[in-house]
């Protein structure tokens, strides 16, 4: 089984529709993130979580909030979904204790917003 | 903040010959520089990394290469296979990014048989 899961691999909703991403993981990491990927734009940072109780923006967090129900889930929301937030959303998962804090990726949610 | 450019954007090579993507970062306090292959339909995946102590690090074909001075890191792929096709993605950490990355634009790798 994959150490990262999201669901679902893919969505497509319609303008002003809330919508929930949910993320997974059975790696016993503290660390959490979002991020979107649009072409030429690389991978943005949307939200982190270092544990539990930390929540922090980032870069581009406009639109978007998260809640972290546990140390394994991690979930992204779109209050009122828009076209321009069509892309690709990865979560990732880190350890602070490895020696490089290495960020493992999920297969990602393919959004479409019509 | 940090801010990493990475360039090419796309890349065609000929399977067996080598191909280099280039990044250069603004913060000099970045310590930490990955890189990750994303293959089609999957999320990026680590495929090397290197510290701001080490010049240089090699695996196999893959290597990378750090110069502080000019805040630039390369990627070195030799002997290019169809399999390497994929989107490349430099990144940085360290400094005031407080344990996050900055990624780069990505680089879309094509190797033709």
């Known amino acids: 089984d994959a150490d990262v899961t999201q669901t679902p691999r893919n969505r497509i909703t319609k303008t002003g529709k809330r919508i929930m991403l949910e993320c997974s993981q059975t790696?016993?990491?503290?660390?959490m993130y979002w991020y979107r990927q649009d072409p030429g734009l690389g991978l943005r940072l949307i939200y982190y979580s270092f544990d539990v109780k930390d929540i922090n923006k980032g870069e581009i967090s406009d639109g978007y909030s998260v809640s972290r129900q546990a140390q394994a889930k991690f979930s992204l929301s779109l209050e009122s979904a828009i076209p321009n937030q069509t892309a690709l959303y990865f979560c990732?998962?880190?350890?602070?204790?490895?020696?490089?804090?290495?960020?493992?990726f999920g297969p990602g949610t393919r959004l479409t917003v019509l | 903040g940090e801010n990493v450019e990475q360039h090419p954007s796309t890349l065609s090579v000929q399977e067996g010959d080598s191909a280099v993507i280039k990044c250069t970062y603004s913060d000099s306090a970045s310590n930490y520089f990955p890189w990750y292959k994303q293959e089609l339909g999957k999320g990026p995946q680590l495929i090397i990394d290197i510290r701001s102590n080490v010049g240089e690090k090699k695996d196999q074909r893959i290597a990378v290469t750090l110069n502080k001075t000019a805040k630039h890191f390369s990627l070195h792929i030799t002997e290019t296979q169809p399999e390497d096709s994929a989107v490349y993605f430099c990144a940085a950490k360290g400094g005031t990014s407080y344990g996050k990355l900055t990624f780069g634009q990505g680089t879309i790798l094509t190797v033709h048989p």
């Open positions: 990732a998962t880190s350890d602070p204790q490895e020696d490089t804090d290495t960020q493992y």
């Open positions: 790696k016993g990491h503290d660390r």
